[in-house]
């Protein structure tokens, strides 16, 4: 779990957006604002750019995918442009909009409430719910399917809440009811963070874990010492009254936080609402 949250942010923090990102309806002779601080990435990410064909921009789905791809490669535009390419193509062959269109699949695999967005961080940063603990589908591919509509769809609603300002968004796992016996094959796992991995980097902002398994809880207090700073402040955990507090600290509006992560909170989720919603809106919005 850690390997992941480092493969999803970088070891420096990333300079916020200081404009609303753009409508991805540009062209090759367009210009954009990618960091108007720093003149080097900003030429960097104009270098991405440009090393793209018309066909790769219009199918880009925000215009800021340069700059992702170039923090998470660490300055290296050669591998930054490979990946990004590659996300390009595996979005088109996952088929990422027919799989956000897919009401009937949603239906199903969300009707348990095991994957959802509700509420925001103080940055205006989507919080995405995660409780594997609910598990309803035997079927992989249905549960990646709903991975990446719930991921979407919260990137959309971080992008709507702060005008494009933000980028990135929150998970909050809560292990309630979790066990080997509900948990997914490895196989699962591994496409899981693959995908994560490779086509959603710099997407990540913090991972609030509530009530995690007490093996998990030794094996963070074990591996705090070898991780990153920037790592170690992605995790927040949410138990006992220290873990709550800090957790409470970070949240917009705690009333709309649910109890498991220090919130007060006690409306129950409910999934056919939150399908019928707007794409860019979250539950109890």
């Known amino acids: 779990f850690c390997l992941l949250i480092e493969k999803m942010t970088v070891a420096v923090e990333s300079a916020p957006i200081t404009s609303p990102a753009p409508e991805v309806n540009e062209t090759k002779e367009d210009k954009f604002i990618y960091n108007e601080d720093d003149e080097k990435e900003q030429k960097d990410c104009e270098k991405i750019f440009?090393?793209?064909?018309?066909q790769e921009v219009a199918e880009m789905p925000d215009p800021m995918m340069p700059r992702r791809y170039l923090r998470a490669e660490k300055g290296?535009?050669?591998?930054?442009?490979?990946?990004?390419?590659?996300t390009l193509v595996w979005?088109?062959?996952?088929?990422?909009?027919?799989?956000?269109?897919?009401?009937?699949?949603?239906?199903?695999?969300?009707?348990t409430g095991k994957m959802y967005t509700r509420g925001y961080d103080k940055d205006g940063c989507a919080l995405l719910y995660i409780?594997?603990?609910?598990?309803?589908?035997?079927?992989?591919?249905?549960?990646?399917?709903?991975v990446v509509y719930t991921l979407e769809r919260a990137i959309a609603a971080t992008a709507k809440n702060t005008g494009g300002k933000e980028e990135?968004?929150?998970?909050?796992?809560?292990?309630?009811?979790?066990?080997?016996?509900?948990?997914?094959?490895?196989?699962?796992?591994?496409?899981?963070?693959?995908?994560?991995?490779?086509?959603?980097?710099?997407?990540?902002?913090?991972?609030?874990?509530?009530?995690?398994?007490?093996i998990f809880k030794v094996f963070w207090k074990i591996s705090q010492p070898f991780l990153d700073p920037v790592t170690k402040d992605k995790v927040v955990m949410c138990h006992g009254a220290e873990?709550?507090?800090r957790a409470c600290a970070l949240f917009d509006d705690i009333q709309k936080v649910e109890?498991?992560?220090?919130?007060?909170?006690?409306?129950?989720?409910?999934?056919?609402?939150?399908?019928k919603s707007d794409f860019d809106v979250t539950f109890d919005e």
């Not at 996952?94 to 969300?110: I, M, P, R, S």
């Not at 603990?133 to 079927?139: T, Y």
């Not at 309630?176 to 796992?189: A, D, E, I, K």
């Not at 109890?259 to 399908?275: F, H, I, M, N, P």
């Open 91 to 111: 979005r088109k062959e996952f088929g990422v909009d027919k799989v956000v269109a897919d009401d009937e699949l949603h239906k199903f695999e969300n009707a």
């Open 168 to 214: 990135k968004i929150n998970l909050v796992v809560d292990f309630v009811n979790f066990s080997l016996f509900n948990s997914h094959p490895l196989s699962t796992r591994k496409r899981f963070i693959h995908i994560l991995q490779s086509h959603y980097p710099e997407r990540l902002k913090r991972a609030f874990l509530c009530s995690p398994p007490g």
């Open 50 to 54: 440009s090393m793209l064909t018309e």
């Open 243 to 245: 873990g709550l507090k």
């Open 259 to 275: 109890v498991c992560a220090g919130g007060q909170c006690t409306r129950e989720y409910d999934s056919k609402t939150w399908l």
């Open 76 to 86: 290296n535009i050669e591998t930054a442009v490979k990946r990004l390419k590659e």
């Open 131 to 146: 409780k594997p603990g609910l598990e309803n589908s035997s079927s992989a591919d249905g549960q990646i399917m709903h």
